[in-house]
């Protein structure tokens, strides 16, 4: 699990008050589709757990703000993490290697829904397959809008907030996203 605790928690965030308990249950529910959007975004492993692993620790400096206010605020410190994170490899790899490129990536972690027969399991594993790869070749803009207002269910105000745009913003990079996405993926059909 990638939720931990701050090294030296306040009084009303100690690990025995309520409100760090429900901090915690937001970051372990939320853990899991972040890791997904960081690693979609940076496309490595590790870099992704380490994104999703800091702005969790961010977000316990938030605590006391209203449980209202922490998802489009943890995706707003995600975000910016993963910027970070991309700018800093960009910078690194053009120094390290020719095309950029961070080399093969690995196999898509995803387990099939338990009940699905083989063949429908392989169907789920290669429609996955091809959403995260139609999604990383979508701009980061397109693909941020459409992971937190489509996949996240984030309203446009919320999204907006995570991203640092307007509303209109959003709505724009969502549209292209779709059009772009049903281009990739209308011969999967």
Same mark, same amino acid.
């Given at each position: 699990?990638?939720?931990?605790?701050?090294?030296?928690?306040?009084?009303?965030?100690?690990?025995?008050?309520?409100?760090?308990?429900?901090?915690?249950?937001?970051?372990?529910?939320?853990?899991?589709?972040?890791? &997904?959007? !960081?690693? =979609?975004? @940076?496309?490595?492993?590790?870099?992704? #757990?380490? /994104?999703? $692993?800091?702005?969790?620790?961010?977000?316990?400096?938030?605590?006391?703000?209203?449980?209202?206010?922490?998802?489009?605020?943890?995706?707003?410190?995600?975000?910016?993490?993963?910027?970070?994170?991309?700018?800093?490899?960009?910078?690194?790899?053009?120094?390290?290697?020719?095309?950029?490129?961070?080399?093969?990536?690995?196999?898509?972690?995803?387990?099939?829904?338990?009940?699905?027969?083989?063949?429908?399991?392989?169907?789920? &594993?290669? !429609?996955? =397959?091809? @959403?995260?790869?139609?999604?990383?070749? #979508?701009? /980061?803009? $397109?693909?941020?809008?459409?992971?937190?207002?489509?996949?996240?269910?984030?309203?446009?105000?919320?999204?907006?907030?995570?991203?640092?745009?307007?509303?209109?913003?959003?709505?724009?990079?969502?549209?292209?996203?779709?059009?772009?996405?049903?281009?990739?993926?209308?011969?999967?059909?």
């Amino acid at each position: 699990m990638l939720v931990s605790t701050a090294p030296s928690p306040s009084p009303e965030t100690s690990p025995s008050s309520p409100l760090a308990a429900t901090l915690d249950l937001f970051l372990a529910d939320i853990g899991p589709r972040a890791f &997904r959007f !960081a690693e =979609a975004g @940076l496309r490595h492993r590790e870099d992704a #757990l380490d /994104a999703v $692993q800091d702005a969790m620790m961010k977000m316990l400096v938030y605590a006391d703000r209203p449980a209202a206010e922490w998802t489009p605020l943890f995706w707003s410190i995600l975000r910016r993490r993963i910027v970070d994170l991309q700018r800093r490899a960009g910078f690194r790899l053009r120094w390290l290697l020719p095309t950029g490129d961070r080399g093969e990536e690995g196999p898509v972690d995803w387990a099939p829904d338990h009940g699905a027969g083989p063949s429908q399991a392989h169907d789920q &594993r290669e !429609a996955y =397959a091809r @959403l995260v790869g139609a999604l990383r070749n #979508l701009p /980061a803009r $397109q693909r941020e809008a459409f992971t937190l207002r489509v996949l996240e269910e984030l309203d446009v105000a919320d999204t907006a907030r995570a991203m640092g745009c307007s509303e209109g913003s959003v709505k724009t990079h969502l549209s292209r996203a779709r059009d772009a996405l049903q281009r990739q993926l209308e011969e999967f059909r």
